[in-house]
């Protein structure tokens, strides 16, 4: 056994630290407060290869592992969570179906502007009636005079109403199975298409300068090869992809967690009281060690996840565990910090408040804890 | 056109630092990265092949055998090749062997433009551009806050002055040492990161350079560190309390501080 990171995988990790430090963390009170989408920094991005990380360079991307792209989603979190999952939902949500499971010709189309960071691409799942049950899409599709003919709904979608956007990719039903399942297909709809209507980006408690909208269909016509890979494959493809994306967030929420605990060592040794600093108040120490070993130990998950998935070897329970145990140690973490900040904790001036409120969607998106646990149950 | 970029390792700002018992500070691979100050040197580099198109740039380093991973990172940044100057009889090198060293690779590598930092952030001695240029025979233009290569032929710079700045003019192949001002240093793209472990690096031992072992490292020191201090971080600040006429005061400290 090795843990020692690749040389690779350091620089990555470096570099993505330093740029998250020097670019992102002095913008991220001003891009919560205003939940303005932040293109300057999304194009930065972009041109340093990091909206493309995991894509072989001959589609656009910059030929790293999967475990370097967690590494960096975790640094670019620290930074911002709202920039973490903008840059998670773009890679692993919009662009890898497209790797996974796209013909030669669509990666071309659609893969290689998404690996440049020239576009963003969001991927829809999720119904009003279909969330955790996320196979009860209404959503459908009918194949007439050689175009798909979409209705149907979608809500709470990122990415998908930027500037930058160039399209969606939505499951849809296409018929029945003989064993009497709905045929669930992948479907591409690019921005624009008549009848494919973005709704207004929703106003929400936490991810405040990422995108998430409502999208409907409305006799939304797309060409019969926009299907991404199959007809019938889109259930088995989305569950791949949130498995892939189950270890991205896992990461991420390990970025999160780790900020919540630097701000909370930071002030604990600047916090007087009792004419000392409270960090040497044993109670402190004692938060501060276990958020310090949590993080460490959801760390070692989301590494073990992703270190699977690139040895070729099953990982759906551990991307769960990864996904579980990073999130709601992050819940813990941002609430300790918050704590251990007491009443200046609870007031906008101080990053942990905003960690807080971060922190709750990760028990919720790409599937929520009780999801999560129900996934590792199947799996004993 | 041909251009090197000298770059030091150190140890990084943040780390720990100690010294053995020859007064020599020790160096822990972990800590390791290339001289903050030399990160702008790479960058002119860059800019400057950037310019003129067809030029190469070589990262040179002169350092331990595991300076080859401070050599990538600087590679991950841009530059076509990395050659280290390494060997055991290196150990203890002052500046003027450091410069005797880089004198004779440079000449093997072959350059019209060699570019370094104002300083290195563990020694800050500043002495190295201009002792290389000595051996070399060649003009050192020290303290660039800009430069401009006309033609294939001349370099130009500008160096802050008390007011406004100096130009000063070399033929080429000349020596530049860059200050902080003179640009923005990148950040390693990923493409750049993952390019930089296929991109060649030369290893050249002083046998190599046709160096004389004896002329360089610890035994031809002419420096010699006597003995070191921690800098005391105690400022002295003062502290004026209450409302009894500490704004005044605190005015009036800034009037005579010529501040106000
Ligand atoms: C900010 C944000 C961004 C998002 N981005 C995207 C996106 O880009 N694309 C996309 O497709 N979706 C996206 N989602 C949707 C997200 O994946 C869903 O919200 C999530 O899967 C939960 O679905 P739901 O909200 O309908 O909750 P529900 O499924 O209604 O769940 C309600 C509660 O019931 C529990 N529950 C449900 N079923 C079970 C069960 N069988 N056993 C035990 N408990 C159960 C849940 O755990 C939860 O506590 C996003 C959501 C948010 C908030």
Redesign the interface.
């Known amino acids: 056994m090795d843990f020692t990171l690749s040389?690779?995988q350091q620089?990555?990790r470096d570099?993505c630290r330093?740029?998250a430090e020097a670019e992102i963390k002095p913008r991220a009170e001003e891009m919560d407060r205003g939940a303005a989408f932040p293109y300057d920094l999304i194009h930065k991005m972009a041109?340093?290869?990091?909206l493309?990380?995991p894509f072989p360079?001959e589609f656009g991307g910059?030929?790293?592992d999967f475990l370097s792209y967690c590494i960096?989603l975790e640094e670019i979190g620290r930074g911002d969570a709202s920039v973490g999952i903008t840059m998670e939902a773009h890679t692993s949500l919009g662009a890898t179906p497209f790797f996974l499971y796209g013909t030669e010709e669509q990666k071309h189309e659609y893969l290689v502007p998404l690996a440049r960071g020239e576009q963003l691409w969001a991927f829809g799942l999720t119904e009003p009636g279909a969330g955790s049950d996320s196979g009860g899409t209404q959503t459908h599709a009918e194949l007439r005079g050689g175009a798909w003919h979409i209705n149907g709904a979608k809500n709470f979608i990122t990415n998908a109403g930027t500037e930058m956007t160039g399209g969606v990719t939505i499951t849809a039903v296409t018929g029945m199975q003989a064993d009497g399942h709905k045929e669930i297909t992948n479907l591409i709809v690019p921005k624009g298409t008549p009848g494919y209507i973005i709704g207004n980006a929703y106003h929400k408690m936490g991810w405040r300068a990422s995108d998430t909208r409502p999208l409907s269909f409305e006799d939304c016509r797309v060409p019969e090869g926009n299907v991404l890979g199959r007809r019938g494959d889109g259930f088995r493809q989305f569950m791949h992809i949130l498995d892939l994306g189950r270890v991205a967030i896992g990461a991420l929420s390990v970025g999160l967690a780790q900020a919540a605990f630097d701000e909370a060592r930071t002030y604990a040794g600047e916090r007087q009281q009792f004419g000392k600093p409270i960090a040497t108040f044993q109670a402190i120490q004692f938060k501060l060690a276990d958020m310090a070993m949590e993080i460490e130990l959801a760390r070692l998950m989301y590494y073990k996840a992703a270190w699977l998935h690139m040895q070729g070897q099953p990982f759906t329970k551990e991307a769960s565990m990864a996904k579980l145990f990073a999130s709601e140690t992050a819940k813990r973490a941002a609430d300790q910090a918050v704590q251990i900040h007491g009443g200046y904790g609870f007031m906008d001036e101080y990053p942990v408040s905003r960690f807080w409120r971060n922190v709750k969607v990760h028990e919720i998106g790409e599937g929520t804890s009780e999801v999560q646990r129900a996934i590792i149950a199947k799996h004993l | 056109m041909n251009i090197v970029a000298c770059i030091k390792e150190t140890p990084s700002t943040t780390a720990e630092k100690s010294f053995g018992p020859d007064m020599r500070l020790e160096r822990r691979k972990e800590d390791a990265i290339p001289n903050p100050f030399d990160e702008y040197t790479i960058e002119e580099a860059l800019r400057q092949q950037e310019k003129h198109a067809g030029s190469t740039v070589t990262i040179l380093c002169m350092g331990p055998a595991t300076a080859t991973?401070t050599l990538?990172?600087a590679l991950?940044m841009g530059g076509d090749r990395a050659v280290l100057v390494s060997d055991s009889a290196l150990a203890g090198s002052d500046a003027i062997g450091t410069a005797r060293v880089l004198a004779a690779a440079l000449q093997k590598i072959g350059f019209d433009l060699a570019l370094f930092g104002s300083a290195a952030a563990d020694a800050y001695g500043g002495v190295v551009p201009s002792a290389t240029a000595e051996f070399l025979g060649l003009p050192l233009l020290s303290y660039a806050s800009k430069l401009d290569l006309s033609g294939d032929s001349t370099a130009r710079i500008q160096r802050a002055a008390e007011i406004g700045y100096n130009e000063a003019e070399a033929p080429l192949p000349a020596l530049v040492s860059v200050v902080k001002s003179i640009n923005e240093p990148r950040?390693?793209?990923?493409?750049?990161?993952?390019a930089?472990?296929k991109k060649p690096l030369d290893t050249f031992s002083l046998a190599d350079l046709g160096l004389d072992p004896s002329s360089v490292g610890g035994a031809a020191a002419r420096e010699r560190a006597i003995s070191s201090e921690k800098v005391s971080t105690q400022r002295k600040g003062e502290m004026y309390q209450g409302n009894e006429g500490a704004a005044d005061r605190v005015v009036a400290f800034l009037i005579e501080q010529k501040v106000l």
Not at chain 2, 187 to 194: D, L, N, V
């Open positions: 040389a690779e620089m990555i570099m330093e740029f041109d340093l290869g990091l493309g990380l360079e910059a030929g790293a960096a | 991973d990538r990172k991950a950040y390693p793209s990923m493409k750049g990161i993952m930089s472990k």
